[in-house]
């Protein structure tokens, strides 16, 4: 057998597969920061949305419009090629973890808003009619209600996280899809690599799936 999926081309991508595996760490490393700080951009404005702050009301949506309404690949560019040029500079894993954040906190903060619009307002009152502060209404009562409306919607989002840090192939990023282009470039091998890649690419994103669908069972069971 001679095609792309010969014997001789799946033994020299298992002999490869350390660089691979190094590959699937750096995206691992890559997706777990850029969704952390996807969380807290998402958390924060998504909180400010709801508010009564015209002002921060405008400047993020204006935020969420650019990053939901460009590609991503425009946006890494800007953070790589451009930034510098003003004296801003990063490595390309902060360029990954940033443009990553960046971007999927603009739809965190989508749902994090609706999640906590999704709250019943006499809940507000009641916690209000009790003595407690905005703040403390805010983050006993209506943040612990939100999470169980937003969490499907998160864990999707963070299945989009990690298929997304794949863009990072295009500035030598150094993860999976990188080491998948470059190492099937060279060596001509394409089958395996590829199929390969997206078992990988798999073993992460299914997983968050399964466990955003559960979620999204267990909260229409809870209804």
Known sequence: ??????????????????????????????????????????????????GRNRPLKLFLRGYMSFFQNTPLM??????????????????VVTVGVVGLALYTGAYAADIV???????????????????????????FVILP????????SMTNQAVNLVKNSSIMAVIAGGELMYVADSWSG????????????AVLYLTICLPISLFARWLEKRSVRNV
Not at 10 to 20: E, I, K
Not at 74 to 91: A, D, E, H, T, W
Not at 145 to 152: D, E, F, I, N, T
């Open 74 to 91: 425009i946006q890494v560019f800007i953070l790589y090629n451009v930034l510098p040029k003003l004296g801003v500079r990063m490595g």
């Open 186 to 197: 060279s060596n001509l091998i394409y089958g395996p690599t590829f199929v390969m890649t």
């Open 145 to 152: 209600q939100a999470v169980k409306v937003g969490l499907p």
């Open 1 to 50: 057998m001679n095609g792309p999926f010969s014997i001789a081309n799946w033994r020299a991508w298992f002999n490869a597969a350390p660089l691979f595996m190094r590959g699937y760490g750096q995206t691992l490393l890559i997706s777990l920061w850029g969704l952390v700080f996807a969380l807290i951009i998402g958390i924060l404005a998504g909180v400010a949305l709801t």
């Open 113 to 139: 808003a609706s999640a906590i619009r999704a709250v019943p307002w006499g809940q507000t009152e009641a916690a209000e009619s009790q003595g407690l502060s905005r703040v403390q209404t805010l983050v």
